[in-house]
């Protein structure tokens, strides 16, 4: 660890090199490319004008299918390590760059996608506001977004408290409690010569709370979906809360 790097950033990047495929290997490129196919059926972007930002797009695995469909793609994500393994599908339609998603760059998107619960991290309204201004900046006039979020209502009424599982001999012990505002995982992975814990915690935004953050930058819901195949949002049972947002 260097002087530079907080233990936080570094739990961060030791669970993610070693663990995060392991715990996380059901969130796979086939489920990507069914929900990108869906949204892309939906949204009808024109390829020859198109161009998309992958914002937290972890190892990159919608932002490379968007390009294999022959879409312009950015893909950029606070994790060096994520960067790096995503770019070795870079191409000249695809780039991936380290970025934190706070600050905007200086290109314009027509469609900025923000997926699987990367958004959230943060402690302060300021700062998820700051990502929403972010994206204002990096839209184009009547550019899309698209976030796709946990659903916080039926997050926290199934919260499963405790689980363990063992998948290639790595045991994973997970608690997991919410207060108010937040769903805390405390992962604590036991591998042959190794054992450390790692907290996971994400805001639980409502639809309400996207739409007034979405209504402060100038952008109007268009549409709200509750899974990957674009069914109708249903608060007690949806797995997921996905808007799209249109800038006005
Ligand atoms: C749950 S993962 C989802 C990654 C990707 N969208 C996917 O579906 O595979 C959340 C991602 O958000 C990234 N992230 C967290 N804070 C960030 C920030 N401030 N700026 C950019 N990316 C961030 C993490 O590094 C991680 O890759």
Same mark, same amino acid.
């Given at each position: 660890?260097?002087?530079?790097?907080?233990?936080?950033?570094?739990?961060?990047?030791?669970?993610?090199?070693?663990?995060?495929?392991?715990?996380?290997?059901?969130?796979?490129?086939?489920?990507?490319?069914?929900?990108?196919?869906?949204?892309?059926?939906?949204?009808?972007?024109?390829?020859?004008?198109?161009?998309?930002?992958?914002?937290?797009?972890?190892?990159?695995?919608?932002?490379?299918?968007?390009?294999?469909?022959?879409?312009?793609?950015?893909?950029?994500?606070?994790?060096?390590?994520?960067?790096?393994?995503?770019?070795?599908?870079?191409?000249?339609?695809?780039? /991936?760059?380290?970025?934190? %998603?706070?600050?905007?760059?200086?290109? @314009? #998107?027509?469609?900025?996608?923000? $997926?699987?619960?990367?958004?959230?991290?943060?402690?302060?309204?300021?700062?998820?506001?700051?990502?929403?201004?972010?994206?204002?900046?990096?839209?184009?006039?009547?550019?899309?977004?698209?976030?796709?979020?946990?659903?916080?209502?039926?997050?926290?009424?199934?919260?499963?408290?405790?689980?363990?599982?063992?998948?290639?001999?790595?045991?994973?012990?997970?608690?997991?409690?919410?207060?108010?505002?937040?769903?805390?995982?405390?992962?604590?992975?036991?591998?042959?010569? /190794?054992?450390?814990?790692? %907290?996971?915690?994400?805001?639980?935004? @409502? #639809?309400?709370?996207?739409?007034? $953050?979405?209504?402060?930058?100038?952008?109007?819901?268009?549409?709200?979906?509750?899974?990957?195949?674009?069914?109708?949002?249903?608060?007690?049972?949806?797995?997921?809360?996905?808007?799209?947002?249109?800038?006005?």
């Amino acid at each position: 660890m260097t002087a530079s790097t907080s233990k936080k950033e570094w739990f961060a990047t030791w669970f993610d090199t070693h663990y995060y495929h392991v715990l996380y290997a059901n969130r796979d490129d086939q489920e990507a490319e069914f929900f990108i196919s869906n949204l892309m059926e939906l949204l009808k972007p024109n390829p020859e004008t198109a161009s998309i930002l992958d914002l937290a797009c972890g190892k990159g695995r919608h932002s490379i299918y968007m390009n294999k469909l022959g879409f312009n793609t950015m893909g950029v994500d606070l994790s060096a390590q994520s960067i790096a393994h995503a770019r070795q599908f870079e191409n000249e339609n695809l780039h /991936f760059q380290v970025q934190d %998603m706070r600050e905007p760059l200086k290109a @314009k #998107f027509t469609h900025i996608f923000n $997926l699987f619960t990367s958004f959230g991290y943060f402690d302060s309204i300021e700062e998820n506001q700051k990502v929403m201004q972010a994206i204002q900046a990096m839209t184009t006039e009547k550019g899309i977004l698209v976030i796709d979020y946990l659903n916080a209502h039926k997050t926290v009424k199934n919260l499963v408290q405790s689980e363990s599982k063992t998948i290639n001999n790595i045991r994973f012990d997970i608690e997991r409690n919410a207060d108010d505002n937040h769903v805390y995982k405390y992962i604590h992975v036991t591998d042959a010569d /190794f054992s450390e814990s790692y %907290m996971e915690r994400v805001q639980l935004l @409502k #639809f309400s709370d996207f739409e007034t $953050l979405l209504n402060q930058i100038g952008f109007k819901v268009t549409h709200c979906f509750g899974d990957f195949h674009l069914n109708p949002f249903d608060s007690e049972k949806s797995d997921r809360l996905i808007l799209i947002a249109q800038k006005q």
